[in-house]
């Protein structure tokens, strides 16, 4: 039976610091007078079924935090990362002095699929859409200068984030920062590769082996690191809906939830390690729902599949990141406009981090404007807007209650559909999923050349765009990089570095967690794409199959 529950005190005490006013932020624009927290509006049921309740409390519908921006605004955490670690860190350095909170990584392909910029398989790809990183030398030029002990740092990374981490571990130790200080997050999200991105390296199996040895690792050596950052985002551009986009992602934290668990950790120890990563569309109310949604529905996942009995075990955080695939190469500027409307999205919806998406990038690499505008983009939100000064502004809405209920109710009853495929390691082996996906995005499409959905600038309002400035990588970074890494492994001691890599042979035959082996091999300074290449010897790769 549904009860009424009593106002907690802490939020008594928010909604006195409303009346009277004392700060300009507790007042709209125009002086009236600023509810910082709206009333519940709803009998809540024992179930969490429909519960709006208050911030800060499970499940979490109205955000993870009882104050929300009032006690701490959202990280802007601007994505960069292209040609070489000096020209990043440059980057880095650039738009740590234009405001930004926090270093997000952008690796290039080479990277991310364990190959030395001097690999074959890596030509013509280096520095191309990301730093390219191959050694300890190169993660200690990406971030010389940067206070790692105070900063947190993102790095998107999944196949070959056990070895991005251990560069980062041993660059840290290396300048006197214990590991226990760092604080970031690594993506690690390897079910998702073989969803919508592609860039796994070995099969499904051991890539969860190599995960949950990551995630281990980071409970108990790393405990400020978020081990994995469960990506909604990359579902939903590969054509995900909304309701996909909670379900598949949830499931896939699931899956890694149960997986850890069966390795006998804690799950009160390792669910606070767990973030997410969602994306920002373009429709604005459904996706505030959505994030409160996901938020409710994760709460109920985690208490009654996993029986988690800390509230901070509840509660799902998550970065935001404005969708890359609504930018048009048509008419540039009216992106700036489509990236504003959705890291509103974001802010209305309690995202713990941000990234806004430059104007420019459906046509290059981020110029250093662009990427200007969009970090002022969310500074005139934070400080200018008003939304940041009252807690939950949209809680209580008929719309966004009612999308959010019904949002939550259809990614539930999806997320029991993966269970009837036998969870989602196995509804991914199949090709379920991705079918999934690929059925949602024909039909988008399909309704875009019908002209059923409207884009401005691409089937709307179109006009002859004028040119926009190209960035290029360098044509000789390759033959750079080369260079670079014959130097580094000719200066290196080269029987401790094989010593190693045969160490980390020998660990993932066995049962061993692998992370203590790998952060051997970076300190023996085995290279990344030597480390990965040991990692293929035992594992395999993976080929994905032609009959979906």
Same mark, same amino acid.
Request: hydrophobic share 40%; charged share 25%; proline share 4%.
């Given at each position: 039976m549904a009860t009424r529950r009593k106002t907690p005190k802490s939020q008594s005490k928010l909604r006195k610091e409303a009346s009277p006013p004392t700060k300009a932020s507790e007042k709209t624009g125009s002086g009236l007078a600023l509810d910082i927290v709206v009333p519940g509006v709803r009998e809540e049921a024992d179930d969490f079924s429909s519960v709006i309740g208050y911030?800060?409390?499970?499940p979490y519908t109205r955000g993870i935090r009882a104050t929300m921006y009032r006690?701490?605004?959202?990280? &802007?955490?601007?994505?960069?990362?292209f040609g070489t670690a000096k020209e990043t860190n440059r980057r880095f350095k650039y738009l740590l002095a234009h405001g930004n909170e926090g270093l997000s990584v952008a690796f290039d392909l080479p990277t991310q699929m364990g190959y030395d910029s001097d690999a074959p398989a890596a030509r013509g790809e280096v520095g191309r859409v990301g730093v390219a990183i191959s050694t300890l030398e190169d &993660?200690?030029?990406?971030?010389?200068?940067?206070? =790692?002990?105070r900063v947190s740092t993102s790095m998107t990374i999944n196949a070959t984030a056990?070895?991005?981490? @251990?560069l980062y571990v041993a660059v840290a130790e290396a300048r006197g920062i214990r590991r226990g200080a760092l604080r970031g997050t690594v993506q690690n999200d390897i079910l998702k590769e073989y969803i919508a991105r592609s860039t796994y390296i070995y099969p499904p199996a051991p890539s969860m082996r190599l995960a949950l040895d990551l995630i281990e690792f980071c409970s108990r050596e790393v405990p400020r690191w978020n081990a994995i950052s469960v990506s909604g985002y990359h579902i939903r551009e590969a054509g995900a809906t909304a309701v996909q986009e909670i379900a598949f992602t949830l499931a896939n934290g699931l899956a890694y939830?149960?997986?850890?668990?069966? +390795?006998?950790?804690? /799950?009160?120890?390792i669910a606070p390690q767990i973030s997410f990563f969602f994306n920002a569309h373009m429709d604005l109310l459904e996706e505030v729902a959505k994030f409160r949604a996901a938020r409710r529905l994760w709460a109920v996942l985690m208490r009654d599949r996993f029986h988690a009995r800390h509230p901070e075990s509840l509660a799902l955080r998550f970065h935001a990141q404005t969708a890359g695939v609504t930018l048009t190469a048509?008419?540039?500027?009216?992106?700036?406009?489509? /990236?504003?409307v959705q890291a509103l999205a974001a802010v209305l919806g309690g995202a713990q981090s941000l990234h806004t998406n430059s104007m420019d990038e459906a046509l290059s690499l981020p110029s250093e404007r662009a990427v200007r505008l969009a970090l002022r983009t969310q500074q005139i =939100?934070?400080?200018e807007s008003g939304v940041a000064n009252t807690v939950d502004p949209a809680g209580g809405s008929f719309v966004i209650e009612s999308l959010t209920d019904r949002l939550e109710l259809e990614a539930a009853a999806l997320i029991r559909e993966v269970d009837r495929h036998g969870g989602m390691l196995k509804a991914v082996e199949s090709g379920w999923v991705q079918s999934q996906i690929a059925d949602s995005a024909y039909r988008y499409q399909m309704e875009l050349e019908r002209g059923e959905r409207t884009v401005v600038g691409v089937n709307a309002y179109t006009e002859e765009s004028e040119k926009i400035p190209v960035a290029k990588t360098n044509p000789k970074?390759?033959?750079?990089? @080369? +260079?670079a890494l014959k130097t580094f492994r000719r200066g290196r001691n080269a029987k401790a570095a094989t010593r190693s890599l045969r160490r980390l042979e020998d660990i993932a035959r066995g049962n061993e967690n692998t992370m203590p082996a790998v952060l051997e091999a970076v300190r023996a300074k085995s290279t990344l794409g030597e480390i990965s290449d040991v990692l293929r010897s035992v594992f395999g790769t993976y080929r994905p199959r032609q009959d979906v």
């Amino acid at each position: 039976m549904a009860t009424r529950r009593k106002t907690p005190k802490s939020q008594s005490k928010l909604r006195k610091e409303a009346s009277p006013p004392t700060k300009a932020s507790e007042k709209t624009g125009s002086g009236l007078a600023l509810d910082i927290v709206v009333p519940g509006v709803r009998e809540e049921a024992d179930d969490f079924s429909s519960v709006i309740g208050y911030p800060g409390e499970p499940p979490y519908t109205r955000g993870i935090r009882a104050t929300m921006y009032r006690g701490r605004l959202w990280t &802007m955490r601007q994505y960069a990362g292209f040609g070489t670690a000096k020209e990043t860190n440059r980057r880095f350095k650039y738009l740590l002095a234009h405001g930004n909170e926090g270093l997000s990584v952008a690796f290039d392909l080479p990277t991310q699929m364990g190959y030395d910029s001097d690999a074959p398989a890596a030509r013509g790809e280096v520095g191309r859409v990301g730093v390219a990183i191959s050694t300890l030398e190169d &993660m200690s030029l990406l971030f010389d200068g940067l206070p =790692l002990d105070r900063v947190s740092t993102s790095m998107t990374i999944n196949a070959t984030a056990p070895v991005l981490l @251990a560069l980062y571990v041993a660059v840290a130790e290396a300048r006197g920062i214990r590991r226990g200080a760092l604080r970031g997050t690594v993506q690690n999200d390897i079910l998702k590769e073989y969803i919508a991105r592609s860039t796994y390296i070995y099969p499904p199996a051991p890539s969860m082996r190599l995960a949950l040895d990551l995630i281990e690792f980071c409970s108990r050596e790393v405990p400020r690191w978020n081990a994995i950052s469960v990506s909604g985002y990359h579902i939903r551009e590969a054509g995900a809906t909304a309701v996909q986009e909670i379900a598949f992602t949830l499931a896939n934290g699931l899956a890694y939830v149960h997986a850890a668990v069966a +390795r006998g950790l804690d /799950v009160d120890a390792i669910a606070p390690q767990i973030s997410f990563f969602f994306n920002a569309h373009m429709d604005l109310l459904e996706e505030v729902a959505k994030f409160r949604a996901a938020r409710r529905l994760w709460a109920v996942l985690m208490r009654d599949r996993f029986h988690a009995r800390h509230p901070e075990s509840l509660a799902l955080r998550f970065h935001a990141q404005t969708a890359g695939v609504t930018l048009t190469a048509q008419q540039p500027e009216s992106n700036a406009v489509r /990236v504003a409307v959705q890291a509103l999205a974001a802010v209305l919806g309690g995202a713990q981090s941000l990234h806004t998406n430059s104007m420019d990038e459906a046509l290059s690499l981020p110029s250093e404007r662009a990427v200007r505008l969009a970090l002022r983009t969310q500074q005139i =939100l934070a400080h200018e807007s008003g939304v940041a000064n009252t807690v939950d502004p949209a809680g209580g809405s008929f719309v966004i209650e009612s999308l959010t209920d019904r949002l939550e109710l259809e990614a539930a009853a999806l997320i029991r559909e993966v269970d009837r495929h036998g969870g989602m390691l196995k509804a991914v082996e199949s090709g379920w999923v991705q079918s999934q996906i690929a059925d949602s995005a024909y039909r988008y499409q399909m309704e875009l050349e019908r002209g059923e959905r409207t884009v401005v600038g691409v089937n709307a309002y179109t006009e002859e765009s004028e040119k926009i400035p190209v960035a290029k990588t360098n044509p000789k970074l390759a033959a750079d990089r @080369a +260079r670079a890494l014959k130097t580094f492994r000719r200066g290196r001691n080269a029987k401790a570095a094989t010593r190693s890599l045969r160490r980390l042979e020998d660990i993932a035959r066995g049962n061993e967690n692998t992370m203590p082996a790998v952060l051997e091999a970076v300190r023996a300074k085995s290279t990344l794409g030597e480390i990965s290449d040991v990692l293929r010897s035992v594992f395999g790769t993976y080929r994905p199959r032609q009959d979906v």
